[in-house]
C-alpha cells in the first residue's frame, strides 16, 4: 500500500531537549512538508521541500530544524529554541495531477513537551 | 499574502438539517480543496475544485467554487451524524505546491 508513516504517534519530552519526528513515504512523490496543528486551529506550515536536498522554510519556521538526504523521508527536528512546542504535527507529500494538487497527509504525531 | 477564511468556524446542527459553510479567500486562485479531520485524526480530502463554477458532490456534500467572488461553500444537505468532523478549505498557493488552510469549521451533528 503507498502512503506516508510517520512515528511515532505520541511523544513526550522535557523541555529543553531537542526530539525528531520521522515522516516517510512511499508515494514516489517530489514535494514534501510539515504542517503544525493547534487545537481548535488550522494547519500552519513549518518547513516544505520540493526535491532531494532542498527545503524551504514555512510561515512557522523558527525552533525548527529539516533535513530531505533521500526522496522517501522528511524529518521534523523540534529544537529547545522552539518556545510552545507541544502540538499535532501532520507531514504530507504532494503531486500535482490533472486534478490539481494532490496532497497526501500522514497520520500525525501528538507531541507534549512539560 | 493569501488569506482563507471560514465561516462559521462552529456549527451545531440537527440531523435532517440543511446548512453551508463558506471559505473566502482574498487573492486570485483558481483551485480550492475541501479536507475533513476527525478528532485525533489526520486530514482526509473531500473536493478539489479547479475553475470558477466548479462543483462537485459526494453524498450529503456539495461543494462549488467562484473564482470572481473569491468564496467557496460546502453544502450539507440532511445532516446524518456520520458528517460530525471539523471542514477545512485550502487554497494553492500557486508555484511552490503550497497550501493555505482555513481555520476550519467544527460541526457537530445532533440526533
Known amino acids: 500500500d503507498g502512503g506516508i508513516t510517520q512515528s511515532p504517534k505520541y511523544l513526550f519530552r522535557k523541555e529543553g531537549q531537542n526530539v525528531t519526528l520521522s515522516c516517510e513515504q512511499n508515494?514516489?512523490?517530489?514535494?514534501m512538508y510539515w504542517y503544525r496543528q493547534d487545537p481548535g486551529q488550522g494547519l500552519r506550515l513549518i518547513y516544505y521541500s520540493q526535491i532531494v536536498n532542498d527545503f524551504q522554510k514555512g510561515d512557522i519556521a523558527e525552533g525548527y530544524s529539516v533535513s530531505r538526504e533521500k526522496k522517501e523521508s522528511f524529518p521534523l527536528t523540534v529544537t529547545s529554541a522552539q518556545k510552545n512546542p507541544t502540538a499535532f504535527y501532520l507531514c504530507a507529500s504532494s503531486v500535482y495531477g490533472t486534478g490539481g494538487l494532490e496532497q497526501y497527509f500522514g497520520p500525525g504525531t501528538r507531541l507534549t513537551v512539560t | 499574502e493569501l488569506k482563507v477564511e471560514q465561516n462559521p468556524l462552529f456549527l451545531s446542527m440537527q440531523e435532517g438539517k440543511n446548512y453551508t459553510i463558506y471559505c473566502n479567500y482574498s487573492?486570485?486562485?483558481?483551485?480550492l480543496y475541501w479536507y475533513r479531520q476527525d478528532p485525533g485524526k489526520s486530514l482526509e480530502s473531500l473536493f478539489v475544485l479547479l475553475s470558477n463554477g466548479a462543483v462537485k458532490q459526494e453524498g450529503r456534500l456539495m461543494a462549488s467554487l467562484d473564482t470572481k467572488a473569491r468564496l467557496s461553500t460546502l453544502h450539507i444537505t440532511a445532516a446524518v451524524h456520520d458528517l460530525s468532523a471539523t471542514y477545512f478549505c485550502a487554497v494553492d498557493r500557486g508555484g511552490a505546491q503550497k497550501l493555505v488552510f482555513g481555520q476550519g469549521t467544527r460541526l457537530t451533528i445532533n440526533p
Open positions: 487573492t486570485t486562485s483558481d483551485r
Open positions: 508515494l514516489n512523490h517530489d514535494a
